[in-house]
């Protein structure tokens, strides 16, 4: 498929949940060889909303990102918002996203800046995870990320654009609010 259109042009204020939607993958390294890590967060909320890993970067991987998102969070008319990676612009994941109902919006080429807040999760990551351990195989990767994400990240990391809240407590908040109004 062709490269979207960008539709966020690197605003990604959302007043809602499951507004937009960024994504990206990176690599961690392990002694047995590099884990992939393909990862959708809320604009809203900064939360994980899907993830997963892989020893490859082929598209199934960021497929499996979006099924986790979609799987936990059902939303309607989404914009996914990427870079321009071959993963993204397959054929099989446009027709994922269109068979969700999703819309695709992708950053420049080789603009980091396009999809900044990815990146910012995956600096994040860096600084709080990956830089103060080294893993001897995948699976201890593995569950080094998902205590990271599920286990702290998305539950008590506090974040100076949600008030200092957790994403999830964001989300609490944010659903109260409107269950009041």
Request: aromatic content about 12%; proline content about 3%; hydrophobic content about 45%.
């Given at each position: 498929?062709a490269?979207?259109?960008?539709?966020?042009?690197?605003d990604f204020?959302?007043?809602?949940?499951?507004?937009?939607?960024v994504?990206?993958i990176?690599?961690?390294?392990?002694?047995?060889?590099?884990l992939?890590?393909?990862?959708?967060?809320?604009?809203?909320?900064?939360?994980?909303?899907?993830?997963?890993?892989?020893e490859?970067?082929?598209?199934?991987?960021?497929?499996?990102a979006?099924?986790?998102a979609?799987?936990?969070?059902?939303?309607?008319?989404?914009i996914?918002?990427?870079?321009?990676?071959?993963?993204?612009?397959s054929?099989?994941?446009?027709?994922?996203?269109r068979?969700?109902?999703?819309?695709?919006?992708?950053?420049?080429?080789?603009?980091?800046?396009?999809?900044?807040?990815?990146?910012?999760?995956?600096?994040t990551?860096?600084?709080?995870?990956?830089?103060?351990?080294?893993?001897?195989?995948?699976?201890?990767?593995?569950?080094?990320?998902?205590?990271?994400?599920?286990g702290?990240?998305?539950?008590?990391?506090?974040?100076?654009a949600?008030?200092?809240?957790s994403?999830?407590?964001?989300?609490?908040?944010w659903?109260?609010?409107?269950?009041?109004?």
């Amino acid at each position: 498929m062709a490269p979207a259109a960008d539709l966020v042009k690197r605003d990604f204020a959302a007043s809602a949940p499951d507004q937009l939607w960024v994504a990206d993958i990176t690599y961690i390294p392990t002694w047995a060889g590099f884990l992939y890590l393909a990862v959708v967060l809320d604009a809203c909320s900064r939360r994980v909303v899907g993830w997963a890993m892989a020893e490859h970067v082929r598209t199934e991987l960021v497929i499996e990102a979006v099924e986790m998102a979609l799987w936990q969070r059902r939303p309607a008319g989404v914009i996914h918002h990427s870079d321009q990676g071959s993963q993204y612009t397959s054929l099989a994941f446009g027709r994922r996203l269109r068979e969700a109902g999703m819309t695709a919006s992708m950053g420049s080429r080789g603009d980091c800046f396009d999809n900044a807040m990815a990146e910012s999760f995956f600096a994040t990551l860096e600084c709080e995870l990956l830089a103060r351990r080294s893993f001897p195989t995948r699976n201890a990767a593995r569950l080094a990320l998902f205590d990271y994400i599920e286990g702290f990240y998305n539950s008590h990391r506090r974040h100076s654009a949600l008030d200092y809240l957790s994403p999830l407590a964001y989300e609490r908040r944010w659903t109260a609010q409107r269950l009041v109004a």
